[in-house]
């Protein structure tokens, strides 16, 4: 048998329709070609657990809830993708998923979210400066301390010079990059309880 459609029990063709039904909306974020070949994967687990079982519900058992171990896979597909794309979008829909796959999801896709929160601002401030010398830079304080930001609200003198306009612009592609390489080569796997 090559297809859990050709099943003759009835109750089992329904079984494996509602699990394959839940499989097919774990995988909605995947392109159609990569989630097709995971989805005939599955297939062929269920028919041999089928075949080993002699029962649907007990095979569906034994490989468990589709959520539960599709969310990871998902989300570290998306993440490869991200990772060589480079692409903002697939580097929102990665953070997405990531941050949905439990609670180690959720700290990566925070901590580099944070990074990329930093690269966006950089860039920004260095387009700010080179559009508006005044408007933003690397300010020294009257108290002595060092300011990078936006604008002199706080009394402080601009020692930044029309140079961190490249330098900030730079460093936040730079950035960028860096993290989304790493987020692309990241991996969160569930342990197996025992």
């Given at each position: 048998?090559?297809?859990?459609?050709?099943?003759?029990?009835?109750?089992?063709?329904?079984?494996?329709?509602?699990?394959?039904?839940?499989?097919?909306?774990?995988?909605?974020?995947?392109?159609?070609?990569?989630?097709?070949?995971?989805?005939?994967?599955?297939?062929?687990?269920?028919?041999?657990?089928?075949?080993?079982?002699?029962?649907?519900?007990?095979?569906?058992?034994?490989?468990?809830?589709?959520?539960d171990?599709?969310?990871?896979?998902?989300?570290?597909?998306?993440?490869?993708?991200?990772?060589?794309?480079?692409?903002?979008?697939?580097?929102?829909?990665?953070?997405?998923r990531?941050a949905?796959?439990?609670?180690?999801?959720?700290?990566?896709?925070?901590?580099?979210?944070?990074?990329?929160?930093?690269?966006?601002?950089a860039?920004?401030?260095?387009?700010?400066?080179?559009?508006?010398?005044?408007?933003?830079?690397?300010?020294?304080?009257?108290?002595?301390?060092?300011?990078?930001?936006?604008?002199?609200?706080?009394?402080?003198?601009?020692?930044?010079?029309?140079?961190?306009?490249?330098?900030?612009?730079?460093?936040?592609?730079?950035?960028?990059?860096?993290?989304?390489?790493?987020?692309?080569?990241?991996?969160?796997?569930?342990?197996?309880?025992?």
């Amino acid at each position: 048998m090559t297809s859990w459609t050709e099943l003759t029990d009835a109750n089992a063709r329904a079984a494996l329709a509602a699990y394959f039904a839940k499989v097919d909306r774990a995988l909605a974020a995947l392109p159609r070609a990569e989630a097709e070949e995971i989805k005939r994967e599955l297939e062929q687990h269920a028919l041999d657990a089928v075949s080993e079982a002699g029962d649907a519900q007990a095979a569906l058992a034994q490989l468990g809830d589709p959520d539960d171990f599709l969310a990871d896979l998902v989300a570290d597909k998306l993440r490869a993708r991200a990772g060589r794309t480079f692409s903002p979008v697939d580097v929102a829909a990665a953070l997405a998923r990531s941050a949905g796959a439990g609670i180690a999801g959720l700290a990566l896709s925070t901590l580099i979210g944070l990074g990329y929160v930093v690269a966006a601002l950089a860039i920004v401030i260095g387009l700010t400066k080179l559009f508006d010398p005044d408007g933003a830079g690397v300010y020294r304080l009257p108290n002595g301390r060092i300011f990078i930001g936006f604008g002199e609200t706080l009394g402080g003198a601009d020692i930044s010079g029309i140079w961190f306009s490249p330098l900030a612009i730079a460093a936040g592609a730079l950035l960028y990059l860096a993290l989304t390489w790493a987020f692309g080569r990241a991996t969160l796997r569930k342990v197996a309880k025992r």
